[in-house]
């Protein structure tokens, strides 16, 4: 029986909408607590919003996983999925800025819609086309790790660059 690919998708975007949602704002609500800092956004940064896409997705891909265990390329698909997220974050954001000029909350808002949007409809599309080629699920895991812990460690040590650079406050990271 084939799996209802486009509902669970909506699934994931709901997930990954009030998710990230929540994120921004958990480190605040929980006293600047440094544990909900690893996971949530803690300033207006580029880098933090691209985090409120990444936890999100992942733990929807994880209790998905149980259900697609007879996809081998479900991992890959998942990793492309959520590297595409993570780039249309910061290209839309910087796009839109440069013709523009500074975006207003709202726009930030929408981008971070979109992106996720973007990313379940393509996702849906590699899941409907037969099982894509995946050479190793355990190194798309592995990279997802990896993108995780780079997250988490660059919440407190971020470099000095843009993308991590608040700019409300210029500071960078906690």
Known sequence: MKKPIGLWQLMGFAV????????HFLY?????????????????STWEHMKLLFWPMVVYAIIQSFFFRDRNDFWCIKLKGILLGLILIPVIFYTYNGVIGKSPDWINIVIFFVAASITYIYETSL???ELSKCNSPKLAIATL??????????TFVPPKIGIFRDPLSGTYGI
């Open 127 to 129: 899941f409907n086309k």
């Open 16 to 23: 990954t909408a009030l998710g990230g949602t929540l994120l």
């Open 28 to 44: 605040d609500w929980f006293g600047e607590n440094k544990w909900i800092a690893l996971f949530s956004g803690v300033n207006e």
């Open 145 to 154: 790790c990896i993108i995780g812990i780079l997250f988490m460690i660059f």
